[in-house]
């Protein structure tokens, strides 16, 4: 069979099929094939699936279908984070190229007045909440004729504490609708929301996009004071591919990346407290190769389809054990062999035994090597305690001491 016969049989129109010719994708993935068909026909979904997946595909096939040029906004994607507005939006905007819809990203850190003129002609918005609330308060968008609403990486919206403010967005919308919601984990918010707000939503997953055959995971021991120069031994050793490295706090990267660049390892920090620019250069950077190391937290990398990741290191083990999954699930996809590597502290041996326990998995421990200790940037050297990756602190007054390491137990 013709691979192009294998999307059109899905229920793929022949305006989404040419585009996917330009872009010489040919091969359905587990999550189109059982979720196109049920969004081309009309029906609400639930879809279980993890970034990277092809997901944007199987809800651009029923927006693509659904809408007309020019015929004011009738669809509107919800996404946790900018990165992922801008790389959603770009590719419906691919996607319905033979269609010439009018798809325009709406999110905060940009100028407000640019996106009130795009939006005006817009067929499709791919929005954050917070911006696009500002646009309804404004009355500078009007989502009282949207057809098809998408609900992206849900999890994590929730996680993030927009719930409210979806739910405030869907009561703006007609309750004669399609509502598509595609998330990593079905949490007890997105059952909440389905029942709220869905129309007898079918239910899809695919299965986990990394390979586990493929994935090595191993931890070392270290100490505080010796962590980020173990980093920097094991980044000078032996590595020649792409590398994501995981902090919980935005001052921990912004110390990883400044002691790594510190030591002749080129490495581009991305988080939330950077501007938009700053975040866009840091991506287009680490995509493009220029940089093969990327120092990030897990909401500015969520979302984000980075192809091609070789390692990730996890610096801090996260305190979610969702979080570790969604982390090293950015390696050992579609057939390559893939690394995790953890770093851990005694305080955090806790939350490293609950992922243990909830994954279900052995991690390899590895003989800590001899290492020399760099010197750290003097700067830096006061978020120690704000990034919490040296010490927990405690407050004065309570024993007098204000680290674990002086406290005698």
């Given at each position: 069979?013709?691979?192009?016969?294998?999307?059109?049989?899905?229920?793929?129109?022949?305006?989404?099929?040419?585009?996917?010719?330009?872009?010489?994708?040919?091969?359905p993935?587990?999550?189109?094939?059982?979720?196109?068909?049920?969004?081309?026909a009309?029906?609400d979904?639930?879809?279980?699936?993890?970034?990277?997946?092809?997901?944007?595909?199987?809800?651009?096939?029923?927006?693509?279908?659904?809408?007309?040029?020019?015929?004011?906004?009738?669809?509107l994607?919800?996404?946790?984070?900018?990165?992922?507005?801008?790389?959603?939006?770009?590719?419906?905007?691919?996607?319905?190229?033979?269609?010439?819809?009018?798809?325009?990203?709406?999110y905060?850190?940009?100028?407000?007045?640019s996106?009130?003129?795009?939006?005006?002609?817009?067929?499709?918005?791919?929005?954050?909440?917070?911006?696009?609330?500002?646009?309804?308060?404004?009355?500078?968008?009007?989502?009282?004729?949207?057809?098809?609403l998408?609900?992206?990486?849900?999890?994590?919206?929730?996680?993030?504490?927009?719930?409210?403010?979806?739910?405030?967005?869907?009561?703006?919308?007609?309750?004669?609708?399609?509502?598509?919601?595609?998330?990593?984990?079905?949490?007890?918010?997105?059952?909440?929301?389905?029942?709220?707000?869905?129309?007898?939503?079918?239910?899809?997953?695919?299965?986990?996009?990394?390979?586990?055959?493929?994935?090595?995971?191993?931890?070392?021991d270290?100490?505080?004071?010796?962590?980020?120069?173990?980093?920097?031994?094991?980044?000078?050793k032996?590595?020649?591919?792409?590398?994501?490295?995981?902090?919980?706090t935005?001052?921990?990267?912004?110390?990883?990346?400044?002691?790594?660049?510190?030591?002749?390892?080129?490495?581009?920090?991305?988080?939330?407290?950077?501007?938009q620019?700053?975040?866009?250069?840091?991506?287009?950077?680490?995509?493009?190769?220029?940089?093969?190391?990327?120092?990030?937290?897990?909401?500015?990398?969520?979302?984000?389809?980075?192809?091609?990741?070789?390692?990730?290191?996890?610096?801090?083990?996260?305190?979610?054990?969702k979080?570790?999954?969604?982390?090293?699930?950015r390696?050992?996809?579609?057939?390559?062999?893939?690394?995790?590597?953890?770093?851990?502290?005694k305080?955090?041996?806790?939350d490293?035994g609950?992922?243990?326990?909830?994954?279900?998995?052995?991690?390899?421990?590895?003989?800590?090597?001899?290492?020399?200790?760099i010197?750290?940037?003097?700067?830096?050297?006061r978020?120690?305690?704000?990034?919490?990756?040296?010490?927990?602190?405690?407050?004065?007054?309570?024993?007098?001491?204000?680290?674990m390491?002086?406290?005698?137990?």
């Open positions: 069979m013709n691979n192009m016969n294998k999307f059109k049989n899905l229920g793929v129109i022949d305006d989404i099929i040419k585009s996917l010719k330009d872009h010489r994708i040919d091969e993935t587990e999550i189109q094939i059982k979720a196109i068909p049920i969004v081309v009309g029906h979904l639930i879809a279980g699936s993890a970034t990277g997946s092809g997901k944007t595909l199987a809800f651009a096939a029923a927006i693509i279908k659904t809408c007309e040029r020019k015929q004011g906004l009738q669809a994607v919800l996404t946790p984070t900018r990165e992922l507005a801008v790389q959603v939006s770009k590719a419906l905007h691919d996607f319905s190229k033979y269609k010439q819809l009018k798809v325009t990203d709406v905060g850190g940009v100028s407000f007045e996106q009130v003129k795009r939006i005006q002609v817009a067929d499709v918005v791919v929005a954050t909440p917070g911006r696009l609330l500002d646009h309804v308060e404004k009355r500078t968008i009007n989502l009282s004729d949207i057809k098809v998408v609900i992206d990486e849900a999890d994590r919206m929730f996680d993030m504490g927009f719930i409210k403010d979806i739910r405030r967005i869907i009561d703006k919308c007609p309750t004669k609708r399609q509502t598509l919601l595609f998330s990593a984990t079905i949490t007890d918010e997105v059952s909440y929301l389905s029942k709220k707000y869905m129309h007898n939503p079918q239910r899809v997953s695919a299965e986990e996009f990394v390979d586990p055959k493929k994935l090595k995971q191993v931890y070392y270290t100490t505080d004071n010796m962590k980020i120069s173990l980093l920097v031994h094991l980044l000078k032996d590595h020649s591919g792409t590398i994501m490295v995981f902090c919980n935005k001052s921990a990267v912004n110390f990883v990346a400044r002691n790594l660049k510190n030591q002749g390892i080129m490495a581009q920090a991305i988080h939330g407290g950077f501007t620019a700053k975040r866009s250069t840091s991506l287009e950077n680490f995509q493009s190769q220029k940089v093969k190391i990327l120092v990030c937290t897990d909401v500015a990398a969520r979302g984000l389809d980075i192809k091609g990741v070789s390692h990730v290191y996890n610096y801090n083990i996260p305190k979610e054990t979080q570790y999954v969604h982390r090293i699930g390696t050992a996809r579609a057939g390559k062999n893939g690394i995790a590597v953890n770093l851990l502290v305080a955090e041996h806790f490293f609950r992922i243990l326990k909830f994954y279900k998995v052995d991690i390899e421990k590895m003989e800590t090597p001899e290492i020399d200790v010197k750290l940037d003097h700067v830096e050297r978020s120690r305690s704000a990034s919490n990756h040296f010490t927990r602190t405690f407050p004065r007054g309570r024993g007098g001491s204000r680290n390491r002086s406290r005698r137990r």
